[in-house]
Nanobody, 121 residues
Framework: VQLQASGGGLVQPGGSRRLSCAASGSIFSLGVMAWYRQTPGKQRELVAS???????NYADSAKGRSDISRDDAKKSVFLQMNRLEPADTAVYYC????????????????WGQGTLVTVSS
């Protein structure tokens, strides 16, 4: 299973950005899908997560400004970020958990390669 994240780039303060992450491979089922972010010298932190049943969880910093969604048919998770601030500048990573088809059904927990979002004027 591999994840491909995209959507990062330079955005002005107050602007919006939509991140996408697509999973590929022999996926049997998808579980929790999430976005994390990391800045130099800091630990990776959760931004938002969405369970297979749709339950949502947001970091306090993301509440009211971000929306996480998923499209299981496309094996994808998205993060819509609005009213971005310079403090949101970070490398954003997607994380997907689920089960894959190998010789048996095997659990997986994968990270995308990270996509840089820079909020600056």
């Amino acid at each position: 299973v591999q994840l491909q994240a995209s959507g990062g780039g330079l955005v002005q303060p107050g602007g919006s950005r939509r991140l996408s992450c697509a999973a590929s491979g022999s996926i049997f089922s998808l579980g929790v899908m999430a976005w994390y972010r990391q800045t130099p010298g800091k630990q990776r932190e959760l931004v938002a997560s969405i369970r297979s049943g749709g339950a949502l969880n947001y970091a306090d910093s993301a509440k009211g400004r971000s929306d996480i969604s998923r499209d299981d048919a496309k094996k994808s998770v998205f993060l819509q970020m609005n009213r971005l601030e310079p403090a949101d500048t970070a490398v954003y990573y997607c994380n997907v958990q689920g089960f894959m088809i190998a010789t048996t059904i095997t659990e997986f927990d994968k990270w995308g390669q990270g996509t840089l979002v820079t909020v600056s004027s």
